[in-house]
Structures are given as C-alpha cells and as structure tokens.
T-cell receptor, first 116, second 114 residues
Framework: AQKITQTQPGMFVQEKEAVTLDCTYDTSDQSYGLFWYKQPSSGEMIFLIY??????QNATEGRYSLNFQKARKSANLVISASQLGDSAMYFC?????????????FGKGTMLLVSP | EAGVTQFPSHSVIEKGQTVTLRCDPI?????LYWYRRVMGKEIKFLLHFVKESKQDESGMPNNRFLAERTGGTYSTLKVQPAELEDSGVYFC????????????FGPGTRLTVL
C-alpha cells in the first residue's frame, strides 16, 4: 500500500525567508508521481508542482522547488522568499499509475504560517 | 478556461436527510475524481469516472453513497441517508486523459451533518 507522511503539522516562517516542508513516501512501485497542492483558507486546492519518479532533475515552478531524494523516498517542497500569501495548508500526494488510470494518496498536510 | 466547480459550497443537513453534491469538471476532461477529507484526517479517494463509466469506486465508504456522471459531463454524489460521520469536505478533481496528467481540484463542498 502507498503512504505519504508529512511530519510537520505546522510551520512558521518570516516573510522573505525560505522554508522546507517535509514529505516522505512509501511505495514498492518503480513508477510514480509526486505532487504538492496548496489549500488556502478559501478552501480550493491549488496544484503547485509535480515530480516524476524517473525525472533526473528536481522540479521547479517559480518560487517552488521539489527536493527529490529517491533513495531516501523524500519529496520535500522548498518555497523561496516566502510571501504572506503563502500562508496555507500544503498537501503532498503520490500517484501510482495503474493501467493508465490512477488516484492520489495524500498526506495529512502541513499548515504554513508566514509572518511579516 | 474555467476550473472545476462544485455546488454547493456548504451544506448543513440533519442526520437521516439526503444531500446531493455536484461537480462540473474542466471542459474536455474525461477523468473525474471524488475525494473526501474528514476533519483532521487525510484526503481520501472515493471514486473515479472515465467519461460516464465508473473506473474505480473502491474508496466509496458504503452503499449510502451514490455517484453518477450521466453523459460524461458533470457528476453528482448523493448521500442517503446522511450520518454524522459523513461530515467533511468533499473535493472533486478532473484530469484530461492520461495517467500522467495532473488532477485539478475544485473548491470543495463542506458538508455538516447534525
């Protein structure tokens, strides 16, 4: 069975600093995808970044980067230069492709608060 | 391009009543997923449609939950009769067509069963 673990229930960071949100995963499959989603207080789930298990480079999307360490089964999200609007719940998720159709397994989430 | 929309945004009902949640996926997305987050727990998969067919409904908690996607466009999720433990946020997501495609989520429906 697949499992995602986010060990940080909450994180605090000052504006303009970088922050790392931890995510470890457990799967015996060789092919998988890792995702991060952001859920602000308004409730919608916003896709941030994706990393495929065979991607050799760490994924980056603007201020977001994914620190992918395959041997350690970790996929930490790094947010550079935090902004007040980054305050939200962050979910790490994994997908195991299965016959071309697949669902997401989520972690419990990390609440990030950015202070001025 | 409009995103995934869900209706209603909030619903408060009494135990034993029926509630129907609606999801409109992104136009052209064949795959539609329902997920649920109960307070303090992980977001859990409920079921997956490919067009109008149920591809995977292994996450449906019991037969009080009925999902439909007539015509392969919007989907409804009916809970009948609702129980207290059904309270939570119900998310819908859609993706275009491949296993590698990103799933885009709607804003969720917050269901409270009293």
């Amino acid at each position: 069975a697949q499992k995602i673990t986010q060990t940080q229930p909450g994180m605090f960071v000052q504006e303009k600093e970088a922050v790392t949100l931890d995510c470890t995963y457990d799967t015996s499959d060789q092919s998988y995808g890792l995702f991060w989603y952001k859920q602000p207080s308004s409730g919608e789930m916003i896709f941030l970044i994706y990393q495929g298990s065979y991607d050799e480079q760490n994924a980056t999307e603007g201020r977001y980067s994914l620190n992918f360490q395959k041997a350690r089964k970790s996929a930490n999200l790094v947010i550079s230069a935090s902004q007040l609007g980054d305050s939200a719940m962050y979910f790490c998720a994994m997908r195991i492709p299965n016959s071309g159709y697949s669902t997401l397994t989520f972690g419990k989430g990390t609440m990030l608060l950015v202070s001025p | 391009e409009a995103g995934v929309t869900q209706f209603p945004s909030h619903s408060v009902i009494e135990k034993g009543q029926t509630v129907t949640l609606r999801c409109d996926p992104i136009s052209g997305h064949d795959n539609l997923y329902w997920y649920r987050r109960v307070m303090g727990k992980e977001i859990k998969f409920l079921l997956h449609f490919v067009k109008e067919s149920k591809q995977d409904e292994s996450g449906m908690p019991n037969n009080r939950f009925l999902a439909e996607r007539t015509g392969g466009t919007y989907s409804t999720l009916k809970v009948q009769p609702a129980e207290l433990e059904d309270s939570g946020v119900y998310f819908c997501a859609s993706s275009r067509g491949l296993a590698s495609d990103t799933q885009y989520f709607g804003p969720g429906t917050r269901l409270t069963v009293l």
